[in-house]
């Protein structure tokens, strides 16, 4: 008796991977998300009757038998209609994000719509625009990141602020496959070329400090400067965010979520698929839960503002296998800064130091975040006007360093 007990247990609990097996099976064959849904919940049932089965002994007596019955189906019934319910009802979904002060759209030779936001000064007298490349991958704050760079016109630049394909408030791709280093590549150039500069100032923050290392690899000619503020690690392959790998499973409460689970097992084996069962902006509402979540106390940063990518986020990054070997050639001046406290490790901003050509580090060493600070400007201003901001000569953190090691 105890052992079929066991056996039931074990049965029970591999009921939810079979639904998503099945779920993913089927999606991988080509069927369409309602039949693949109706697949994974008809084996979750199937599975979950069985396991039910052999945990409750079978009585001799007849009424025993019928009371058997009752209790099984009973619970079947209620634990299936709890998570196909829980399954097939959307998450709270927001709003669109409402458009910001001074709003424009790129309508690229890509194919790609982006929404971005021009701060001019009175007069340029700098011919090289600033771009800022926001990081998450897929989480920009473009009214935020506009006003805080838009103070670089006073120096006499061009400002661009954007949000990236498939983030925030710029346009969404049917097929999830379709993001990814190469693409926004092809979109900066496009920009470069809409925008009539020969050369650009890049700024990047954290995922955003890989795709100017991707465009400063492939357009070495066509960059002025670059600023990378608390940048990422430089990775070869295919790698999912940590967000991807860490959370995705999880529903509101950090709880696994039948929903959640299913996308996720969708997105590994068809994002279209994934894409067409759970919308844009049903990703975008969980990519801002799990941002939330994910929060570091001992390095607050302030939230960005809405319009995350929850699928741009989610469906990963594929850098070049010879970025670095190409980014050794490079000579164009590269500063990166890191804070007292930032989400990146220290480590990551070495392996940038350690592969330009010609870079200096500069640490803006105060207690608050310096993504948006007066420090931090006037570091930026300096460097991009042709001076040299204090260097930060060691290789290892300086003391009263918070962040990741």
């Not at 009424?63 to 829980?86: D, F, H, T």
């Not at 001074?102 to 890509?110: A, F, I, K, M, V």
């Amino acid at each position: 008796m105890a052992g079929r007990v066991v056996a039931g247990g074990l049965v029970l609990a591999l009921a939810p991977v079979a639904g998503l097996a099945a779920l993913a099976g089927t999606a991988l064959v080509g069927a369409g998300p309602e039949v693949s849904t109706v697949a994974g919940l008809a084996v979750f049932a199937s599975v979950l009757f069985l396991g039910l089965l052999l945990c409750v002994p079978r009585p001799h007596v007849a009424w025993g038998r019928w009371s058997r019955a009752v209790l099984v189906l009973g619970v079947e019934a209620a634990a299936v209609w709890q998570v196909s319910a829980l399954t097939l009802n959307s998450l709270a979904v927001p709003p669109a994000p409402a458009g910001v002060a001074g709003q424009r759209e790129w309508r690229l030779p890509t194919g790609s719509r982006l929404a971005y936001v021009r701060i001019a000064p009175e007069r340029v007298t700098r011919p090289e625009p600033v771009v800022f490349l926001h990081g998450g991958p897929g989480v920009g704050d473009l009214e935020g990141d506009s006003a805080f760079y838009g103070r670089l016109a006073s120096a006499g630049f061009e400002v661009y602020v954007y949000d990236q394909l498939g983030a925030g408030r710029s346009a969404r791709l049917a097929d999830p496959r379709g993001y990814g280093l190469a693409r926004d590549v092809a979109d900066l150039e496009a920009i470069r070329r809409t925008v009539r500069a020969g050369r650009l100032n890049l700024v990047a923050r954290d995922h955003g400090a890989q795709l100017a290392a991707a465009y400063l690899a492939a357009h070495p000619d066509r960059v002025a400067r670059a600023v990378l503020y608390s940048p990422t690690g430089l990775t070869p392959a295919r790698a999912p965010s940590r967000i991807a790998t860490s959370a995705i499973p999880l529903g509101p409460g950090a709880l696994p979520h039948p929903r959640t689970l299913a996308v996720s097992a969708l997105l590994r084996v068809d994002p279209a698929t994934a894409r067409a069962f759970a919308g844009d902006r049903e990703l975008d509402a969980h990519l801002a839960l799990l941002l939330r979540d994910q929060a570091a106390p001992a390095c607050p940063a302030p939230a960005p503002g809405p319009g995350y990518g929850g699928y741009v986020a989610l469906a990963g990054r594929t850098a070049p296998a010879s970025l670095r070997n190409d980014l050794v050639r490079t000579a164009v001046p590269v500063l990166i800064v890191k804070g007292a406290c930032d989400a990146e490790p220290w480590s990551d901003a070495t392996a940038y130091r350690r592969t330009l050509p010609d870079t200096r580090l500069a640490y803006v060493g105060t207690a608050a975040p310096p993504g948006r600070t007066a420090a931090y400007l006037d570091v930026l201003r300096t460097f991009l006007t042709g001076g040299e901001p204090n260097a930060y000569p060691a290789e290892d953190p300086p003391p009263g360093y918070r962040g990741p090691a």
